[in-house]
């Protein structure tokens, strides 16, 4: 079986895939589909396609939610463990840069989001919020992507991928 580890309550990091695990009130929580009749999993698998993203974010408008205890962290340089070219900036002003190497920076927004802001992810009881909502590209290009949050500590950030079902790792720039 592969290493798994949770990135959140109730979601696991398989791989590069996250799996939502939860339970309705007959059950309990279980990381494989033969799960008792009470439990309810979905895996979430990654997608090459961004147009589902795009074409349901444009009608997606989130509600607002308050930080996590921890949320003041994201603030900062986040580089990727996977790909040292790769880096996220997020700004307390609500800017949000993604970065990759001398490229120009693709820059948007940011703000923590509650679950309910689009049903689709209501329906696992595994993905609580806040939620982050990071909204990338311009006009007919800007799409919104959706994450699960986790700090493994204070240096050191997993992204979970909603739309997509990656895992994404980073470690905290010295300032």
């Not at 308050?66 to 790909?83: H, V, Y």
């Not at 990656?166 to 300032?175: D, Q």
Request: glycine share 12%; with cysteine; net charge negative.
């Amino acid at each position: 079986m592969s290493s798994w580890r949770m990135i959140g309550a109730g979601v696991l990091a398989i791989g590069t895939m996250f799996v939502v695990v939860g339970c309705s009130s007959g059950g309990g929580t279980s990381e494989s589909s033969t799960a008792t009749s009470g439990a309810v999993t979905s895996t979430v698998t990654p997608t090459s396609s961004v147009s589902t993203a795009a074409s349901t974010s444009a009608t997606r408008q989130p509600t607002p939610a308050a930080p996590p205890a921890n949320g003041s962290e994201l603030i900062g340089t986040w580089r990727s463990t996977k790909d040292s070219k790769s880096t996220l900036e997020f700004s307390a002003d609500g800017t949000a840069c993604d970065i990759y190497g001398t490229d120009a920076p693709d820059c948007g927004t940011w703000q923590w989001v509650t679950v309910a802001s689009f049903p689709r992810w209501k329906e696992f009881p595994g993905v609580e919020g806040p939620l982050l909502a990071r909204t990338t590209g311009h006009g007919t290009t800007a799409m919104t992507l959706f994450y699960t949050v986790s700090f493994d500590s204070s240096d050191k950030l997993t992204l979970g991928y909603l739309d997509g079902g990656r895992i994404l790792t980073f470690t905290h720039e010295a300032k």
